[in-house]
């Protein structure tokens, strides 16, 4: 069966820092991968996706996440953090039709 | 900018009570889920339709809760009667059929059974 694990709960990084929050899969078939990103009080928002071709996807807001076979994983990234990133973040992956999430990593960012 | 509609936002009740969430999905989208979020099991799937028919709902406790989509337009989760195990934010999200399109989420309710 597919799922999700999301290594860190929690990621404190400054502004305007790189940051990296990690999501491995597990699947043996093709997967459909998913980044979403939830503000408080607020419902999921897709960041990007994975689904086919070019393993480096980018979302308009600075986020990129590469699709990595060989090692089972879909992490996401940024150059550059903004107090405004602060944010839960959802990695999910497709399993027979529906949306799996992993446990979500909050990060905070601090000026 | 088109948007799922959840209803109530926020919903405070008494144990035993009987408890009704409404979604309202994006027109033309036929595929509804119902999500719970809580701090210690994260975001679980309740349950999905597609075409208002029901395709999974193992997710679902099924002695207090029921899930149904009465039109295209409308789908509810009922929980008959409430615990406070069922506090939680409940999320609908919806997309068109194909797996591979995005699911667009409601602000979700916010349900607290005291």
């Known amino acids: 069966a597919q799922s999700v694990t999301q290594l860190d709960s929690q990621v404190p990084v400054f502004e305007e820092a790189p940051v990296e929050l990690r999501c491995n899969y597990s699947s043996s078939v093709s997967v459909y991968l998913f980044w979403y990103v939830q503000y408080p009080n607020q419902g999921l928002q897709l960041l990007l996706k994975?689904?086919?071709?070019?393993?480096l996807v980018e979302s308009i807001n600075g986020f990129e996440a590469e699709f990595n076979k060989s090692q089972t994983s879909f992490h996401l990234r940024k150059p550059s953090v903004h107090i405004s990133d602060t944010a839960e973040y959802f990695c999910?992956?497709?399993?027979?039709?529906?949306?799996?999430f992993g446990t979500g990593t909050r990060l905070q960012v601090f000026p | 900018d088109a948007r799922v509609t959840q209803t109530p936002r926020h919903k405070v009740t008494e144990m035993g009570q009987e408890v009704t969430m409404r979604c309202q999905p994006i027109l033309g989208h036929n595929t509804v889920f119902w999500y719970r979020q809580t701090m210690m099991q994260g975001l679980e799937l309740l349950a999905y339709f597609r075409n208002r028919a029901p395709l999974d709902d193992s997710g679902m406790p099924k002695d207090r809760f029921s899930a149904e989509m009465p039109d295209a337009t409308l789908a509810t989760l009922k929980i008959q009667p409430s615990e406070p195990r069922d506090s939680a934010v409940y999320f609908c999200?919806?997309?068109?059929?194909?797996?591979?399109?995005?699911?667009?989420f409601g602000a979700g309710s916010r349900l607290t059974v005291l």
């Open positions: 994975y689904l086919s071709g070019s393993t």
């Open positions: 999910a992956v497709m399993r027979s039709d529906k949306l799996i």
């Open positions: 999200a919806s997309r068109i059929s194909s797996g591979a399109n995005v699911l667009t």
